[in-house]
């Protein structure tokens, strides 16, 4: 079985349509989006002209296996977490002036509308973006594997927080095993490559590099969207445990 994944397309139509093309000659069995299909946000990417949050949703809803919500995408839906990172939404988040939001979220969660140009998206996208899981368990033939937009209790990306050591990632780990999983993925941070996460260490791995998986592994993945960075999907090759990531030319 081969799992590819893609991450953080931030409308990106042009490298959404390239990946897409490139993964077919992988011959995947499935394909998982770990959200921020939207997000065009003016002070991090170049797309401005081509940029198409619509076409990328239904290019993702024909072409995914599963899809879980990433923090740009509740925001364009007005939709808020189930979990969030110390941080509590008021009932009536969405109808709050944006100065009283911000004066509530305190610096600790994303408000969008600071940066991200609106994703145009029809009634049915929206609707569709509401349906949408923050989380998906996939059984595979080495067991649960756990995909997310980023790392427990911070699952949608909303809060402020980017982890950096091993011993950040230990809520993540507590969670994939409460939910009978021993591997994870997750996007959000952009990493060039594949950044492999254990217990007591963080290994990085470039594009096409051979990582190999085993149990315990929490992985974060690459974005479409380029943004100033390189950006990639990753191919998982379940019976033989092992992940490269690819460059998106």
């Known amino acids: 079985m081969k799992i590819a994944i893609i991450s953080d397309i931030h409308e990106d139509i042009l490298h959404l349509k390239t990946a897409l093309k490139n993964i077919e000659k992988h011959r995947v069995d499935q394909i998982v989006c770990l959200g921020d299909i939207s997000g065009y946000s003016v002070p991090y990417y170049n797309h401005l002209d081509t940029r198409n949050a619509h076409e990328c949703l239904q290019l993702i809803r024909s072409n995914c296996s599963y899809v879980v919500l990433g923090n740009h995408d509740m925001h364009a839906a007005g939709i808020t977490p189930k979990t969030s990172p ?131 592994n929490a992985i974060s993945v690459p974005s479409v969207a380029l943004n100033g960075k390189r950006n990639g999907f990753c191919i998982f090759n379940v019976k033989e445990r092992t992940l490269q990531s690819f460059r998106i030319y």
């Open 86 to 216: 110390s941080f509590e939404y008021p009932d009536n988040w969405h109808q709050l002036a944006y100065q009283e939001r911000k004066e509530i979220a305190s610096g600790k969660i994303w408000l969008h509308e600071e940066n991200d140009i609106d994703a145009l998206y029809t009634r049915e996208d929206i609707e569709y973006l509401r349906s949408l899981p923050e989380y998906v368990v996939l059984s595979t033939s080495m067991g649960n594997i756990l995909f997310s937009h980023y790392a427990y209790p911070n699952l949608s990306g909303v809060g402020k927080t980017f982890f950096t050591y091993p011993d950040e990632f230990r809520k993540h780990f507590d969670f994939t095993l409460q939910k009978n999983c021993r591997l994870s993925f997750f996007g959000h941070t952009h990493t060039t490559g594949i950044l492999k996460i254990m217990q007591k260490r963080i290994k990085k791995y470039g594009f096409r590099k051979v990582a190999t998986i085993s149990g315990d």
